[in-house]
């Protein structure tokens, strides 16, 4: 048995002005072959989940280790990235021909200046080459976009079960066990979807409570039950300026019958709790106001979700440090910017100097900068690990790196930013969040794994940015507006797509 696996994983967000580039996809690296299992193999990610499955099988596959290719959110990718992608897997593939099965690890939410759906549109190309006999199983991220050519073209399709995102790992694994299956048993699993008119501001909602955690623990309970053989819940990241939109359920079960209306129980509970998907936003003034209380518990962790690169947004943004500085900044503050120029200078100018920067809008010229003097305090080569829980021990870089002191106001300043949700985005450049009143976490929902348990409270601001939660004044031009939250029919017209089953 012969197993290629490959990776090209990227969210993107349309509102974000400058496309993300081969060299910036470049900036986390490109590995094939034997540095793929150097760089993954037992590391908390999809590529680890795959291997992990395919090692332990008794059917001991030879496992071919194609392209991977991963990047921080962001812009739209210019279609050089995905041509460059696919100009690596191709001769991949053919050369290894006959497979009987290829693992691919998406995204799911990636646009490219000529595909709004490249994930379809490469998985389609890559059936054309390995025919019907081989298995196409794929991983997404929960916030993916499933199209109905994505689903065509493939046999399994499976996300993350929790989000914050704790279980990459785990997805990869379900994900080659059920290609496995799919590949060797008699009785072939079927995946059902059906996709839901709607989407909400990922920061309304999270598997740790609420209603999102009912519909994921009515999923789970089917599983336990036997009743299905595994399932996801996607609901599409908002940033999205396409135009066909959708959140979607997948069942994966052992008849049409049983998966199909497991997908419909699950995608009617989802649309019946649209409503409950919706946030209250604190003016940035009142969470300064709470890090002056001294009757608040510290620290006060303020959530920049609408600046987060997680969502794509260029993290560029100096609106609340500038908030801060003209409160007077009594407290102990702590920030984070993008800002490829500034880290440079301060590199430069080597730790103790003292110089006027313009720190902000590096990226979009709609983001608010700042000048301020600046002490520089330490100087990093912005490569860490990251603490997690989620993606525990991966390494991030996020170029360059300073921390620059102005007033009581900290702020570390790189050259492209990774790992928002991570402590160690300010731990490893000496900060440390328990020691200030206020810290902004420029992240929407992946933080709360780590931060919840140090926090004293934390309190979504209404900001400015590309990621805004507040989605009815996002300028889209595409999005059709048949969706809820502009559309809001009573019943889910609900209609499935069967994936292709194994032969
Ligand atoms: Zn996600």
Known sequence: MKILITEF???????????????FWMQTGEYEGADVRAQFDGYPCAIGGFLHALDESEHKPEVICGTVMACQSGGVAEQSVMDHYMSKLIPQITENLPLDGIFISYHGALVTTEYDDPEGEITRRVRE??????VISVATDLHAYISETLVRNTNVVLAYLTYPHVDYFETGYRVAKLGLECITSAVKPVTAWVPVPMIVPAAAYNTLKGAFKEIIDFGNNLKQ??????????????????????????????????????AQQLAELLYAKRHEFSLQLMPIAEVIKRANDPQVMKPVILVDSADSCNAGAAGDNMA?????????C?????????????????????????????????RDKRSQAVTVQAYVKSLHDGVFRQEGPAGRGMTQRIGLTAVLSVGNLDIVVCEWMAGNGDPQLYRAHGIEPTLYDLVVVKASTSFRVAYEKLAGIICEANTPGSASSDLKHLPFERLPKNIYPWTDKNILDWSVVFAPIAE
């Open 225 to 262: 039950q036997r009743k299905i053989i595994d399932f996801s819940v996607y609901q599409m990241q908002p940033w999205l300026d396409i135009p066909t939109p959708n959140s979607s359920v997948v069942v994966a079960a052992y008849s049409q019958e049983d998966a199909a209306k497991y």
């Open 9 to 23: 994983r990227q969210e993107s967000n349309s509102f974000n002005p400058t496309n993300s580039t081969l060299e």
């Open 129 to 134: 080459l390995v025919g019907n006999s081989a």
């Open 320 to 328: 609340v440090a500038a908030e801060i500085l003209a409160s007077g």
């Open 330 to 362: 009594e407290f102990r503050a702590a920030t984070v910017v993008n800002d490829e120029k500034a880290a440079q200078k301060a590199h430069k100018l080597g730790v103790g100097a003292r110089a006027e920067f313009t720190l902000g809008a590096s």
